[in-house]
């Protein structure tokens, strides 16, 4: 079985500091893993892919096969980056790719 | 632009009622999804759909069912509301293939059941 831990639901930061969203997971395969962003009064959506090793926003996750973890990272937190934030797993299935995600992170950046 | 629509942003059912939530997309996608969303369990699957009259269940299916008629439509139906089942409900849509991780959300119905 697929399991996706979250293991902070708030994260508190203040402006410029660094933050760091953990995310760990359990798979017995491949994992492709991405992190989703919901901004307020927003739609959910896909912030980046871990394949794609690519920068958005500033943020970067690097996957550790060692450690089972996603954690998204960024040097200097803006207070645009405030948002929830899911990390996710992909299973395959008939529908090719099924997402399990975790329980959110509530990231808050103060001024 | 992909547009993922569902069919009410609130809604109040007693219990008991039948509840039908429609979702619509218009991107020709083949994977439809419905999640229920709640603090602290993050987003847990109730039904997917892979093609017109396909369905399967997710994490959660107990008390719920779908129905896809039209490539375009995917309805949850919630055969008789119980309080537990209040929570936000979340339609997305994908692709079929190398491109299918990246779903497609609506804006979500919060569901109250009283």
């Known amino acids: 079985a697929q399991r996706v831990t979250q293991p902070e639901k708030l994260l508190s930061v203040f402006k410029g500091a660094p933050v760091e969203l953990k995310c760990n997971y359990s798979?017995?395969?491949?994992?492709?893993l991405f992190w989703y962003v919901q901004y307020s009064r927003q739609r959910l959506q896909l912030l980046l892919r871990?394949?794609s090793r690519e920068s958005i926003k500033g943020f970067t996750a690097d996957l550790n096969k060692g450690e089972t973890s996603f954690h998204l990272k960024k040097p200097f937190a803006q207070e645009e980056d405030s948002a929830m934030y899911y990390c996710?797993?992909?299973?395959?299935?008939?529908?090719?790719?099924?997402?399990?995600f975790g329980g959110g992170t509530r990231l808050m950046v103060k001024p | 632009d992909v547009k993922v629509t569902q069919s009410s942003r609130y809604l109040v059912k007693r219990t008991g009622e039948k509840v039908f939530l429609e979702c619509v997309q218009d991107m020709d996608h083949e994977n439809m999804f419905w999640y229920r969303q709640d603090p602290g369990l993050g987003l847990r699957l109730i039904y997917f759909s892979y093609d017109v009259k396909m369905k399967e269940k997710g994490d959660i299916p107990e008390g719920y069912s779908v129905s896809r008629e039209k490539k375009e439509r995917f309805s949850l139906i919630l055969e008789s509301a119980s309080t537990n089942q209040t929570s936000m409900y979340l339609c997305?849509?994908?692709?079929?293939?190398?491109?299918?991780?990246?779903?497609?959300f609506g804006p979500g119905t919060r569901l109250t059941v009283t």
């Open positions: 871990h394949i």
């Open positions: 997305a849509s994908s692709s079929p293939g190398l491109l299918s991780y990246e779903q497609y």
């Open positions: 996710a797993l992909s299973g395959h299935n008939n529908a090719g790719n099924m997402l399990t």
């Open positions: 798979y017995s395969g491949s994992p492709e």
